[in-house]
């Protein structure tokens, strides 16, 4: 039986972990879990699973005096203090997820990853300390659990790219101009499902695409002129690959991220059943299309920056999600998030001295630099 520390719990994410877990009894066990200030949703799991290990907001950590909690900024005090053997699965949203995740390597704890920030802002720090760990980073994203399923059994010299795909959010069928009065409750309305919040927003903006770009960059060890990524409307397809040899595998399936949380717990060697609904004779067509750089400007700038290397990449992650933060709460425009972190790569300086110290000290100025800027009207 495997024991599970599921940070951030009581998002879209860990709530469907939670449901992976409870339909596996005898091969799950939870045994601490994390949230931020969804007091009520944690007690629910607490209870539920009988666990004694937590972490929650420091404003909350009374409501949990019966059990060992930590506060939410110390979730890599809670991983060093473990004493048995786990999996860990960080499905936090935003650069918080980066110094847990290499607290949990350095134990040799798999990490089970759906937070796409730890390697778009510490992909540099992580992979050296994985290559030196006893551990795994198994992705969760569907993109990515789809791409790890095509190369299963092949060498990545064998690979000519990878592709990845994008529904186009949830203004796709709006051309710029249209962008510049769209309001908080349109971001929200996926077209093919519903997630978070904020993963929304960056849906709309594609720089969730540039994360994923980023991340397969580090997970797969491929230089970025071998990835790619592709509008898919249907979201059916979530990822190909491109072999040398001519072939092309592609992985098919349901918008169901269980699917892809079953695999990342269950491992390489075992798979087990899930019941999904998917009838390829109901899909009518599949379409394909290049990504409009000029309509997803953000996107074509994300993938710049990327290709640099460097902390710009840190820059654009502190701005981007403190911008969607000001757009979510009605602050700012829906366009004012490319403009903001478009600000922000042109006011910090890009660095190749890459640490962790030097990630977090970044990822501090460009959020007070943000805040000041864009919040207090300074």
């Known amino acids: 039986m495997k024991s599970v520390v599921l940070l951030g719990a009581t998002g879209s994410i860990g709530e469907q972990t939670l449901e992976i877990i409870e339909q596996y009894p005898e091969r799950f066990k939870l045994v601490a879990a994390t949230a931020n200030h969804s007091v009520k949703a944690l007690e629910a799991i607490v209870h539920k699973h009988d666990i004694k290990i937590v972490a929650i907001a420091e404003s909350h950590v009374a409501a949990f005096d019966d059990r060992q909690c930590y506060s939410a900024t110390n979730l890599d005090q809670l991983i060093n203090d ?13 650069a918080v997820g980066l110094k847990p995740t290499m607290a949990a390597l350095k134990r040799g704890f798999d990490v089970l990853l759906a937070n796409k920030e730890t390697l778009v802002v510490g992909g540099a720090v992580i992979m050296p300390l994985l290559k030196e760990s006893s551990a795994k980073l198994i992705p969760i994203d569907s993109e990515h659990s789809a791409l790890a399923q095509c190369l ?3 060498r990545v010299e ?14 796709r069928d709006l051309d710029k101009a249209a962008l510049e009065n769209v309001t908080v409750k349109d971001a929200l309305k996926h077209p093919n499902w ?4 904020k993963i929304t927003i960056d849906s709309a903006t594609m720089m969730n695409k ?6 397969a960059h580090y997970l797969f060890d491929l230089p970025y002129h071998k990835i790619e990524a592709v509008l898919h409307r249907e979201s059916i397809v979530h990822g190909m690959v491109h072999f040398v040899d001519g072939n092309v595998l592609m992985h098919a399936g349901p918008a169901d ?3 892809p949380i079953l695999s990342a717990l269950e491992g390489d060697l075992i798979r087990l059943p899930y019941r999904s609904v998917f009838d390829i004779t109901k899909i009518k067509s599949l379409s394909f299309e290049t990504i409009d750089p000029i309509r997803y400007s953000l996107f074509d700038l994300g993938i710049a920056v990327a290709r640099k290397e460097g902390l710009h990449t840190v820059t654009m992650n502190a701005a981007n999600e403190v911008a969607v933060a000001l757009f979510l709460e009605g602050k700012i425009a829906f366009n004012a ?6 600000d922000c790569l042109l006011a910090f300086d890009n660095g190749y001295e890459i640490s962790l110290d030097a990630i977090l000290q970044l990822d501090a100025q460009v959020r007070a630099y943000v805040e000041k800027k864009y919040m207090d009207g300074e």
């Open 337 to 342: 998030i490319e403009e903001i972190i478009t």
């Open 82 to 94: 473990l004493e048995d053997d786990v999996v860990v699965v960080n499905a936090l949203v935003g």
């Open 194 to 197: 519903s997630m978070g919040a």
């Open 210 to 215: 540039v994360f994923e770009v980023i991340e």
């Open 158 to 171: 064998d690979v000519d790219k990878v592709v990845i795909t994008a529904s186009g959010g949830s203004f």
């Open 257 to 259: 991220m269980r699917i």
């Open 152 to 154: 299963r059994g092949s």
